[in-house]
């Protein structure tokens, strides 16, 4: 019988995707099509920006050990790099105003890809996920935040900022405000009544406190609603309403084929097609748009990364 090594690596090129979060790194091996290999997470307490690029940089050693010598690496994190300053932006990781690229380049001695969390799930989704095949798909993640991005023949439109699909910040339309007498809130951002502030999990608690719904979590909203309890229903579904109307103005500016739902509110059971049957009569005409769940899941943080090596 022919015996296999544990660690043996199969051959051909291999990648390595990294999912860099605020309180913890997911490092992953991944060969030639993006078929995990080796996976770690590790919890991360790094209170300064030297010890995020110890973390760093301990994780990718990590992966050319795996590889048996220095690997491509591809880096998701929450925020992004200025254009303008090539220096980091973001409110989870001590790294805002550094020059983290150059950073990393000069302790790895490689260049590493870098792109924002978000992006790197659209892209996984869009490259052997739900998205697979469609032409333009919008990859949108609902957690704690709301973000997303967009793909074009499985790559990633970047824009001018890298901005395309960061939908959760663009405001609440003033009708559903009026109409349902709905708070506006201040946001991450520094703005008020973005859409995040009511689409995130966190804003899906919101909107059940409004019916008289404090202190339930998504999961418990979304299974009264599914039960018939009138207040909850009431609550889910200006949620859906909300999430329909933000998906309409995404129609209207990028027309994507599919919908790509991730983060810990694509758990609600059939959310999916609860939101293709809320969008259909916003629909303006013409081919439907599909509404899927994430293939991969939490697992597309380092599979997107790792993506953004594919030539
Ligand atoms: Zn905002």
New binding site residues.
Partial sequence: MEHTEPHSMPPGRLFGGMDVGGSKIETCLFDGRFRALERRRVQTTCANYEELLDCIVGEAHWLDACAGGAVDLGIGLPGLVDHATGRAVTSNLPATGRPLREDLLARLGRSVAMANDCKCFALSEANGGAGEGCETTLGLILGTGVGGGVTHHGRLVLGHNDLPGEL??LGIPGRLVAQWGLPMLP?????IG?Y??LLSGPGLVRLASGHGGADRSPAEIAQLAGIGDPAMAAAMREWLTLLAELIHTAQCTIDMECVVLGGGLSRIPDVAQMLADTYGGRRIAGRETRFAVARFGDASGTRGAALLLKS
């Fill in positions: 959760g910040h946001c991450g951002c520094g703005r973005c995040e502030t």
